[in-house]
């Protein structure tokens, strides 16, 4: 620009600030780290899009789940919509249910529609089946009819089968193709699954033929048919299977997938490894919580809720301690004559129930990874016998030696061995037969076997060792 005078003038000015360095996003205990979390929480408060997508653009759903779990619940939605077309829903999968549902509660319609319907089907279908109805049906209203459609179709199914959880994203072709026709249908159409590693073959009903895994696909000529080359033998997964069967067949046998057929033996969908694995983690988990009286409960859950959920495991904790000390009470009369058996017959209920509580968390788990059946069941009860035995001498020689040390009486330390060693094969015996029953009778035995374990330990040890006591002493 000229001033007045006719001379030029130049008007300089500040350059651009480069924008602020990223935070590193785990720290050395690989835990997300507070500084980056504190970036994050910035850029919601700011209502910073440019920033928030900044620092997560280049993240993976997984690490974008673990953010959203360690928001506050009004600042999950709230990162979502600054992030709009960037965020990815496949992060949603990655929450717990109650923070999932949480968060699709808090989100217009119209956003959760347009987003999952990005996604696999098996992905899309996992966020909306914790929906109500209500809202699930809101959810796909705004979505085209076709993906729609195919989603209804799969929320149909079973809630634990393997319909569910199947994609729907496949390719299928006739088995008078060629080679060469399969290869260029894959180059050249746009509808198809982002990740595949096999084609299907179908008849002109649609009816499963077989596979042909990639790598031969790509190893035969061009004008060899595809029935030619056919997998025939492929493991089938039925639609209305349990996950948890599907997920042992991928166990068994290494699978990377599986065709799902429906009861015409039409191709309907395939089932991946990632779900598969996903299965097993569930069951691991609430095979974990179950054992433990907690349910389905989850670290985001409502205070009442996890009270309500935890009341009724505690109250039959509460029976059982009171059935012991009803055993307790009947020998107030040697209690109060000895002291020493008040002291020492703790020792012998709780050593039987650890006892008990690791024989029932193997016996449990082996039930629900089918490791034990109607062939070896006898087998395994008598190996766990012999190791109460062996771990009841071995006890009851450390716990007797302390009984006489403590009270200086020989004959305590032979009462309490005693007990000890009894205690420890009933606990051996409960451990294991108390699951396989509650099994036999189609029940869960993650859910109910240690409260009646915890049971037979404390009544065993108890009546035991202080029956013991009024043998061997001659209470009267």
């Known amino acids: 620009m000229s001033d007045p005078a006719g001379e030029s003038t130049t008007i300089e000015r500040d350059p ?90 808090d989100l217009p319609a119209e956003t959760v529609a347009e987003g999952i319907s990005e996604l696999d089907s098996d992905d899309a279908v996992y966020i909306l089946e914790d ?61 198809l699954p982002e990740s595949f590693n096999e084609v299907f073959v179908v008849d002109p009903a649609f009816r499963f033929l077989g596979r042909v895994p990639l790598d031969r696909l790509l190893r035969s000529a061009r004008p060899v048919k595809m029935g030619e080359i056919v997998d025939e033998g492929a493991q089938i997964v039925e639609a209305t299977d349990e996950l948890s069967s599907v997920a042992r067949l991928f166990q068994r046998y290494n699978l990377i997938s599986a065709p799902v057929v429906d009861e015409s033996r039409r191709l309907v969908g395939i089932m991946t490894i990632d779900d598969a694995v996903d299965v097993i983690e569930e069951e691991a988990d609430a095979d974990i919580k179950r054992l433990g009286g907690v349910g389905d409960e989850e670290v985001s859950d409502r205070v009442l809720s996890i009270a309500r959920s935890r009341l009724p495991w505690l109250c039959i904790n509460l029976c059982t301690a009171i059935l012991a000390s ?44 089918r490791a034990i059946g109607p062939h070896n069941a006898l087998r395994v009860v008598g190996r766990e016998l012999v190791v109460g035995c062996i771990n009841g001498l071995f006890f009851a020689c450390i716990v007797a030696g302390v009984a006489v040390w403590r009270f200086g009486i020989a004959d305590l330390g032979v009462v309490i061995a005693a007990a000890m060693l009894v205690n420890l094969i009933a606990a051996a015996l409960a451990g294991i037969l108390i699951p396989l029953v509650i099994h036999r009778f189609k029940f869960d035995p993650a859910i109910a076997s240690g409260a009646f374990v915890t049971t037979v330990t404390d009544l065993v040890g108890f009546f035991s060792f202080l029956g013991f006591a009024a043998l061997w002493f001659g209470f009267g």
Do not use: C
Request: no cysteine; charged share 25%; net charge negative.
């Open 131 to 191: 929906l109500d109805s209500e809202e699930r049906e809101e959810i796909l209203a705004q979505m085209p009819s076709i993906e729609r459609l195919a989603l209804k179709r799969s929320l149909d199914y079973p809630e634990d089968s393997a319909g569910r959880r199947m994609q729907t994203e496949f390719i299928a072709v006739a088995p008078f193709w060629t080679v060469g026709q399969t290869i260029d249908l894959m180059r050249e159409s746009d509808d």
């Open 326 to 369: 009803f055993v307790i009470g009947l020998f107030e009369t040697e209690l109060q004559k000895m002291v020493a058996l008040a002291v020492l017959m703790p020792i012998v209920a709780s050593q039987g129930g650890n006892a008990g509580t690791q024989t029932m968390t193997v016996a449990v788990r082996a039930l629900a990874t």
């Open 16 to 105: 651009p600030a480069a924008p602020a360095a990223l935070p590193p996003l785990r720290d050395e205990d690989d835990n997300l780290s507070a500084a980056f979390l504190d970036a994050v929480v910035a850029a919601i408060e700011a209502s910073d899009a440019e920033r928030a997508r900044l620092l997560t653009e280049d993240l993976h759903e997984a690490d974008v789940g673990a953010i959203l779990e360690q928001l506050d619940a009004e600042q999950r939605p709230a990162l979502i919509q600054l992030l709009g077309d960037a965020f990815d829903f496949t992060a949603l999968t990655e929450l717990d249910e109650a923070t999932r549902v949480e968060i699709l509660e």
